[in-house]
C-alpha cells in the first residue's frame, strides 16, 4: 500500500471514528494551535501557492504530515461531495496506529532538515554590520554641515 493509499484510508477511518478538519483555511487554524494530529496535503493544487504554508507550519510545530496526489480523492476520503487540499486529523479515533507510523516517518525528516541549519551565517554577518554603523554616522555629520 503507497503512502498516499495510508493517508487516504486514514481520513476515512478518522472521518467516521474521529473528527477532521477540511480546507486550507481550517488546516491552518489547527496547525498553529497545535490540535492536529496528521495533516494530508493534496499536491494537485493550482495555484501551489495556497498550499506552500501547510509543510512549512508543520515541521515548525512538529505535526505529521502526508502529501496526496489528488484533491478530489482526498475530497471524496474525507466524504465531501467537492475536491479539498487538505484536511487535518484533530481526534484520531482508531488512526492512532497509522498516525504513529506518519510520525515516525515525519520525525526523521523533520530531524534531518533541523541538523542541516547552523548558526554561523550569523557570525558573518556581524562584521558587516559594523560598517554600516559608520556609514550611519557619516550621513549624521553631512546633514548637520
Known amino acids: 500500500m503507497t503512502e498516499a ?45 495556497i498550499i506552500l504554508h501547510i509543510k512549512p507550519l508543520c515541521e515548525e510545530k512538529g505535526i505529521p504530515y502526508a502529501e496526496v496526489p489528488s484533491r478530489e480523492e482526498l475530497g471524496a476520503a474525507a466524504g465531501l461531495r467537492v475536491p479539498t487540499s487538505a484536511i487535518s486529523i484533530v481526534k484520531e479515533g482508531e488512526t492512532k496506529d497509522m498516525i504513529k507510523a506518519f510520525v515516525k516517518a515525519a520525525k ?38
Open 5 to 49: 493509499n495510508k493517508a487516504y484510508e486514514a481520513v476515512e477511518l478518522a472521518k467516521k471514528t474521529g473528527k477532521i478538519k477540511k480546507g486550507i483555511n481550517e488546516v491552518t487554524k489547527t496547525i498553529e494551535r497545535g490540535v492536529a494530529k496528521l495533516v494530508v496535503i493534496a499536491t494537485d493544487v493550482s495555484p501551489a501557492e
Open 108 to 145: 526523521t525528516v523533520i530531524v534531518e532538515k533541523e541538523e542541516v541549519p547552523k548558526e554561523e551565517p550569523k557570525k558573518e554577518e556581524k562584521p558587516i554590520k559594523e560598517p554600516k554603523k559608520e556609514e550611519v554616522k557619516d550621513e549624521t555629520t553631512t546633514e548637520n554641515k
